[in-house]
């Protein structure tokens, strides 16, 4: 469903990579259109209680087809969408998490990493959907 | 209990009509009076996330006989039910789910619609109640 | 993904009006290629406790691609998949589950229904996959 | 804690590679010493219910640092670990699963896999779990 095997592993390589360069141990985590893990990678250190956030923020991003971010902008206090984390098992809805369209745009999976700080964790799941949106 | 399914069926295909008005795509969801799922449907291509909580609108709106978004008014920091979303395995409190009366004013159900702004999902959810509570 | 709301929608009208012929009260879900609820009814006074039990025969029979009765013939004591239930949250393995193909022979999605013996339950589930397959 | 990445990815890779020369389509998993995942992979195709199943596997056989199905041999009705699968939010007790050792014989993580036969899905297992225990 949607994203391939052989493209979730190019995005985890271009993410794992992107965590050397960076210096940064990140859990990495790539599910399909229907919001099931695809692939996985822990590196060695990398925070434990990370695992289940990248998970999350793959998913988060893959449910309603938009950065995981942009979420979390309209679930504070006052916003419309409060609360919204309670749903679907437990949401993740900070930065970290990226949908990954195909060359029409049509959404086929979606990228979530969790291990350093917000900006990092963005930084390393943008790496990893470029790698293959820009194919 | 309370709503029978012919009900429950017209208030979706009220709710999807509006939705195919309106130009958007939606889960609804309608429970009975023991706020248990009567009738479900997921337009092709809605959202996903948004499958749970269109059924979480529905059980709060009727967990509490209140539109689902006068509870999250209560809600917020510092507001009297602070944290009720923890309650009852996980409420969606934003609106977009509203309690179903009969004509003597007994709450028989409720629907919950999500799969746009919340402004939206509460205007199929209310097509979706008049159905009932008009007839 | 897969099956579509108007074909889910179908198949849940075929197995309803199956069950009026019967005259039994079942629980109906369908799910899309995601194993994700697509469409569903209960009827009215049928059990309770089959409104879960017929969407997880319609989940199960999706994550399989089989009828959950032959999931079931192999999860018995001694069997090669002994305690299979106890994975994705609780499967149900007994009849009433069927994978629905498209022209292709494709899984696009799952039927399963709930509420009377198993033999019921699945001459229902056959008539509303059938309204899809055959057509 | 115990087994690497690196060491994960090897284990996944030869796997794999198994997969593809049996012709199967698996779901692989990797756990570490903590039982916590580390790597994982679903190849295209495969069952969408045995995603669960290969992460319980592998979780399972580090729990106990023994290959899931000796615990299966227990856990039938009247064996000395009869419901054992009810612990541990759900295990996995048929063939699939082996603990990983490292040099001098301490378990360092676990490989689960699932997506065919018992048989099939032992076998994988064992193809990557001998990748990184006879290096």
Request: charged letters at 15%.
């Amino acid at each position: 469903m949607g994203i391939t095997l052989q493209q979730a592993q190019a995005a985890i390589q271009a993410a794992h990579q992107k965590c050397l360069e960076m210096g940064v141990k990140m859990n990495i985590a790539v599910v399909d259109a229907g919001a099931n893990l695809t692939a996985f990678i822990r590196m060695d250190d990398a925070w434990l209680g990370s695992l289940d956030i990248s998970i999350r923020k793959a998913k988060t991003a893959r449910y309603f087809d938009m950065p995981t971010g942009a979420i979390g902008g309209l679930s504070q206090p006052g916003g419309s969408l409060f609360g919204i984390e309670h749903s679907n098992g437990g949401l993740i809805t900070f930065p970290g998490g990226l949908p990954i369209k195909d060359a029409d745009g049509h959404v086929i999976g979606a990228i979530g990493v969790s291990g350093s700080t917000v900006e990092d964790d963005h930084a390393v799941a943008e790496a990893g959907m470029k790698a293959i949106e820009h194919q």
